[in-house]
């Protein structure tokens, strides 16, 4: 079973700067994919990027794009979310989702292994 452990939230003025930390162990194979969602009240859970293991390649919802970055660092098991830029707008419970597939999605429910959510909160 996939275990992912996030960390890295808070409270950010507009402009500022976040990074994220999801902390994975229990791949069964090389094959997978990381992917961040997120989630405001009432609203369904987005998707905004993503890191497929095949040709570490990455993925970004139009919104973040050129804002945010995501990475990867095989050594400590642990993918990134450098959110730079922060809107208000950017405000939201922020997950980190792994499937054991190198595809990935903007498809929440592909995904079947869901970190705890950290929340992020920009004030403008």
């Known amino acids: 079973e996939v275990q992912l452990v996030e960390s890295g939230g808070g409270l950010v003025q507009a402009g500022g700067s976040l990074r994220l930390s999801c902390v994975a162990s229990?791949?069964?194979?090389?094959?997978?994919?990381i992917g961040w969602f997120r989630q405001v009240p009432g609203k369904e859970r987005e998707g905004i990027s993503c890191?497929?293991?095949?040709?570490?390649?990455?993925y970004y919802e139009e919104s973040v794009k050129g804002r945010f970055t995501i990475s990867s660092d095989n050594a400590k098991n642990t993918v990134y979310l450098q959110m730079d830029s922060l809107r208000p707008e950017d405000t939201a419970v922020y997950y980190c989702?792994?499937?054991?597939?190198?595809?990935?999605?903007?498809?929440?429910?592909?995904?079947?292994?869901w970190g705890q959510g950290t929340q992020v909160t920009v004030s403008s």
């Open positions: 890191f497929s293991s095949s040709g570490l390649t990455t």
């Open positions: 229990g791949f069964t194979s090389d094959d997978y994919a």
């Open positions: 989702a792994a499937r054991q597939s190198s595809f990935c999605s903007w498809y929440h429910a592909v995904f079947s292994s």
